[in-house]
């Protein structure tokens, strides 16, 4: 079986060494110009799966993404053709979660400006007034992983924590609500995958009664109007549109929230397990089959 791992540099495959397989290792993401007889791919979130990559890759059985987002992936194409997906769940709360309180610290206590003030000498503050999290009210918008991990560290400030989810999550004890109550809080996090249905999820900037939105799940949950429209603070992790790094109230740092050592280390063993079971001829502790049918149905429907 040929087996090729894209985005990535010297792998430890000790684990796939009992399988009669053949492996290539590419730093790069998958290019349609480079492709061989792959019958598995791993990858990462800047290897897009298109149609037309799919249509090289005749005998392709199994994509691993080693992300929990899989909006670059044509998950509908692969329902199609039989082609299993799988991705990684549950690696990233703590990388996540921690990092998304340094954008909120950033956007109400404004440390990096004054940080850089300072190494020019100047010691002015008075335009730095911040805010407290202490009292305030926190709403999360999904209650995930990443979500629930929030939602833990935000009772350590003393604020009231309120969610939305898709799903009841009874690991954290918090008072879920509706959409419009969570968007009501002081500070929103935005925890939810990428899907048809969060697509646009918040699109009204006068629904927004947050004064600070911390995005760290996918750009475009958050509408292109609320973005420019919105009079209090967004720090996001997700964005690639270079028009926001000009707006004064948008603070955006390169995809880097899941990136610890110890997330690395979970992604590449939960990768090795899915990959694993799928050539032990079981289905992928992660598979995507349901979401990929899911999706396949909502189109054919339209």
Do not use: W
């Not at 690991?171 to 048809?196: G, K, Q, R």
């Not at 629904?207 to 603070?233: C, H, L, M, P, T």
Request: proline residues 3%.
């Amino acid at each position: 079986m040929n087996i090729a791992f894209f985005e990535i540099e010297n792998p430890n495959l000790e684990k796939l060494q009992q399988y009669n397989i053949n492996v290539k290792i590419y730093k790069t993401p998958i290019d349609k110009n480079h492709l061989e007889n792959f019958e598995v791919i791993s990858i990462f979130i800047h290897s897009k799966i298109t149609k037309e990559i799919l249509d090289k890759l005749p005998n392709l059985k199994y994509i691993q993404t080693r992300s929990t987002g899989y909006d670059h992936i044509d998950i509908v194409e692969c329902y199609k053709r039989g082609i299993i997906v799988s991705n990684v769940k549950g690696y990233a709360g703590p990388a996540v979660g921690e990092f998304a309180f340094s954008l909120l610290f950033e956007a109400i206590r404004k440390t990096y400006k004054a940080i850089n003030r300072v190494k020019n000498n100047n010691f002015n503050y008075k335009d730095l007034q911040g805010i407290e999290i202490y009292s305030k009210t926190i709403g999360i918008l999904g209650l995930g992983a990443i979500g629930t991990q929030i939602a833990k560290i935000s009772k350590g400030f003393g604020a009231k924590t309120i969610g939305f989810s898709r799903k009841i999550n009874n690991i954290v004890d918090i008072h879920t609500s509706n959409l419009d109550e969570v968007l009501n809080c002081d500070f929103l996090f935005i925890a939810l995958p990428l899907t048809p249905k969060t697509k646009n999820l918040i699109s009204n900037p006068t629904q927004i009664k947050a004064k600070v939105i911390i995005n760290i799940a996918r750009d475009e949950i958050i509408s292109k109007e609320v973005y420019q429209n919105f009079n209090g603070i967004i720090a996001t992790d997700v964005t690639n549109d270079i028009e926001l790094l000009q707006k004064e109230n948008i603070i955006i740092t390169p995809h880097m929230a899941y990136y610890t050592k110890e997330a690395l280390e979970r992604i590449f063993k939960i990768s090795l397990d899915n990959l694993c079971d799928f050539l032990d001829n079981k289905k992928p502790r992660n598979c995507l089959i349901e979401e990929c049918k899911k999706e396949y149905e909502c189109k054919n429907i339209k």
